[in-house]
C-alpha cells in the first residue's frame, strides 16, 4: 500500500511518502526530487546494522558517492559536542551546498542530521528517513531539528524542513518492544488532542500484532494530523504548539534523569496523564479524562505516573521553549480529542500531583 501526504508550505513544500519496502527504492526516488553527485548518510551505531547497506546500494546505483556517518545511539549524541566531528567529516567528503544528507535512524538523528544540515555550509538540502514509529509519525514532520544543552531538551535549534520524508512501514518490525512502545506514545497523544475516534481505535489495540496490522493507517493519519497543524503555524507560535500534549513534563522528567531512565515516549506518556490530572485539579479538564488516558496508556505498557517530585524539575519546566517572557503556554485539554493552549506561570505546578 502506498500512501502520501503533502505538506503545502508557501516556501518549504514537500511530500511525506508512506510506501512498504521504500528503502530498496531510495536511489530512484531521492533523484527525481534532488539530483546531485554526492549524498551523506547520518544513522546511529543500531540502524546501520540493517538499512545502511540496503540505502547505500540503492544509492551507488543511481550515481550517487556515497559516505555514511555513524553516531552512537540515544540522547546524548543529541549535542553540540556531536558537530564538530560531523562537520568535519562533511569537509573531507568535499560536500558542497548542492549535495545532500540523509538521516537515517529515529527521532535523535533525524533531529541531530537536520540542524547539520540548516548550519554547514549556511544550509543544504536534507532527506529523512525515519525507522522507529516515533519519528515516522511525529519528529521526521515538521521541520523542527535542534540539539539538547545541559539545561535543557532542544534548546538550540531551527526550523529547517526536509526534501522528502520516506516512510517504510516495514521497518518497525525490527524496533524492540520498547521503542514501539515508545512511539505509541505520540500516536496516543494525537487521538487525546485532536481525534476522540482515533483515541478508542488505538484503545482497541491490545497487542503488538494489532498494532501492526493497523500501522500504514495509523501512521498515514497522524502525519496528516501534523502536517495540517504545521501548514497554519510553520513556526510554532499558536496552534502547532499543541503538539507538544505532554512534552513539557516530559522533557523535564527526561532531563532530570539525564535521558537514562526513560524514553522520550515514556516520558511524554507521564507527561500526557499528568498534565490531564492537573488540568482537573484546576476544573479546566472534564473529570475521568486522566483515568481514560491512564487506561490507554497501561494497555500499551507505558508508565504514566510521576515519581519525581515537581519542585526538582520546576528548572526545566522553566526553561521550556513555549516560555514567552513571564507567561508558560501549557497544552491542556477540555476533553479527549479537545485541546487547548492555556496562558499560566510556574505558579500552574506549585500544587504537586
Same mark, same amino acid.
Given at each position: 500500500?502506498?500512501?502520501?501526504?503533502?505538506?503545502?508550505?508557501?516556501?518549504?513544500?514537500?511530500?511525506?511518502?508512506?510506501?512498504?519496502?521504500? $528503502?530498496? #527504492?531510495?536511489?530512484?526516488?531521492?533523484?527525481?526530487?534532488?539530483?546531485?553527485?554526492?549524498?551523506?548518510?547520518?544513522?546511529?551505531?543500531?540502524?546501520?546494522?540493517?538499512? *545502511?547497506?540496503?540505502?547505500?546500494?540503492?544509492?551507488?546505483?543511481?550515481?550517487?558517492?556515497?559516505?555514511?556517518?555513524?553516531?552512537?545511539?540515544? @540522547?546524548?549524541?543529541?549535542?553540540?559536542?556531536?558537530?564538530?566531528?560531523?562537520?568535519?567529516?562533511?569537509?573531507?567528503?568535499?560536500?558542497?551546498?548542492?549535495?545532500?544528507?540523509?538521516?537515517?535512524?529515529?527521532?535523535?538523528?533525524?533531529?541531530?542530521?537536520?540542524?547539520?544540515?540548516?548550519?554547514? $555550509?549556511?544550509?543544504?538540502?536534507?532527506?529523512?528517513?525515519? *525507522?522507529?514509529?516515533?519519528?515516522?509519525?511525529?519528529?521526521?514532520?515538521?521541520?523542527?531539528?535542534?540539539?539538547?544543552?545541559?539545561?535543557?531538551?532542544?534548546?538550540?535549534?531551527?526550523?529547517?524542513?526536509?526534501?522528502?520524508?520516506?516512510?517504510?512501514?516495514?521497518?518497525?518490525?525490527?524496533?524492540? =518492544?520498547?521503542?514501539?512502545? =515508545?512511539?505509541?506514545? @505520540?500516536?496516543?497523544?494525537?487521538?487525546?488532542?485532536?481525534?476522540? @475516534?482515533?483515541?478508542?481505535?488505538?484503545?482497541? $489495540?491490545?497487542?503488538?500484532?494489532?498494532?501492526?496490522?493497523?500501522?500504514?493507517?495509523?501512521?498515514?493519519?497522524?502525519?496528516?494530523?501534523?502536517?495540517?497543524?504545521?501548514?497554519?503555524?510553520?513556526?510554532?507560535?499558536?496552534?502547532?504548539?499543541?503538539?507538544?500534549?505532554?512534552?513539557?513534563?516530559?522533557?523535564?522528567?527526561?532531563?532530570?534523569?539525564?535521558?537514562?531512565?526513560?524514553?522520550?515516549? @515514556?516520558?511524554?506518556?507521564?507527561?500526557?496523564?499528568?498534565?490531564? $490530572?492537573?488540568?482537573?485539579?484546576?476544573?479546566? *479538564?472534564?473529570?475521568? #479524562?486522566?483515568?481514560?488516558?491512564?487506561?490507554?496508556?497501561?494497555?500499551?505498557?507505558?508508565?504514566?505516573?510521576?515519581?519525581?517530585?515537581?519542585?526538582?524539575?520546576?528548572?526545566?519546566?522553566?526553561?521550556?521553549?513555549?516560555?514567552?517572557?513571564? #507567561?508558560?503556554?501549557?497544552?491542556?485539554?477540555? =476533553?479527549?480529542?479537545?485541546?487547548?493552549?492555556?496562558?499560566?506561570?510556574?505558579?500552574?505546578?506549585?500544587?504537586?500531583?
Amino acid at each position: 500500500m502506498k500512501k502520501e501526504v503533502f505538506v503545502g508550505l508557501a516556501n518549504n513544500a514537500y511530500f511525506i511518502r508512506i510506501e512498504e519496502g521504500i $528503502l530498496d #527504492t531510495i536511489g530512484e526516488k531521492l533523484k527525481k526530487i534532488h539530483s546531485c553527485r554526492k549524498a551523506v548518510i547520518i544513522t546511529d551505531e543500531n540502524v546501520n546494522n540493517y538499512y *545502511t547497506n540496503k540505502i547505500e546500494s540503492s544509492l551507488i546505483s543511481h550515481d550517487y558517492d556515497v559516505n555514511t556517518i555513524v553516531i552512537k545511539p540515544g @540522547e546524548m549524541s543529541k549535542s553540540l559536542d556531536s558537530l564538530p566531528k560531523i562537520y568535519n567529516r562533511l569537509i573531507d567528503f568535499e560536500v558542497t551546498r548542492d549535495d545532500i544528507l540523509i538521516a537515517l535512524g529515529g527521532g535523535v538523528v533525524g533531529d541531530l542530521c537536520g540542524f547539520v544540515a540548516s548550519s554547514f $555550509l549556511r544550509g543544504i538540502p536534507f532527506v529523512q528517513i525515519p *525507522t522507529s514509529l516515533l519519528a515516522q509519525v511525529d519528529s521526521s514532520v515538521g521541520g523542527k531539528v535542534g540539539v539538547n544543552l545541559d539545561r535543557g531538551k532542544n534548546l538550540v535549534g531551527s526550523f529547517y524542513n526536509p526534501k522528502a520524508v520516506f516512510i517504510d512501514p516495514i521497518v518497525l518490525n525490527t524496533l524492540s =518492544d520498547e521503542y514501539l512502545k =515508545d512511539g505509541m506514545a @505520540e500516536v496516543i497523544k494525537y487521538g487525546c488532542i485532536k481525534d476522540k @475516534e482515533f483515541f478508542y481505535m488505538l484503545k482497541a $489495540l491490545k497487542n503488538r500484532y494489532d498494532i501492526m496490522e493497523n500501522i500504514n493507517e495509523i501512521i498515514y493519519h497522524c502525519c496528516t494530523i501534523k502536517k495540517n497543524m504545521v501548514e497554519v503555524d510553520e513556526r510554532d507560535l499558536k496552534e502547532r504548539m499543541i503538539l507538544n500534549f505532554g512534552h513539557t513534563l516530559g522533557h523535564a522528567i527526561e532531563k532530570y534523569y539525564n535521558f537514562e531512565k526513560y524514553t522520550h515516549g @515514556e516520558a511524554v506518556a507521564i507527561g500526557m496523564y499528568n498534565m490531564a $490530572l492537573l488540568g482537573e485539579k484546576k476544573g479546566l *479538564t472534564k473529570k475521568g #479524562t486522566s483515568n481514560k488516558i491512564r487506561e490507554i496508556l497501561a494497555e500499551q505498557g507505558l508508565p504514566y505516573e510521576m515519581d519525581v517530585s515537581l519542585k526538582f524539575i520546576m528548572e526545566y519546566i522553566k526553561n521550556d521553549k513555549k516560555n514567552i517572557g513571564s #507567561t508558560l503556554k501549557v497544552v491542556l485539554l477540555k =476533553d479527549i480529542g479537545d485541546s487547548f493552549i492555556y496562558d499560566t506561570t510556574l505558579d500552574f505546578f506549585e500544587e504537586e500531583i
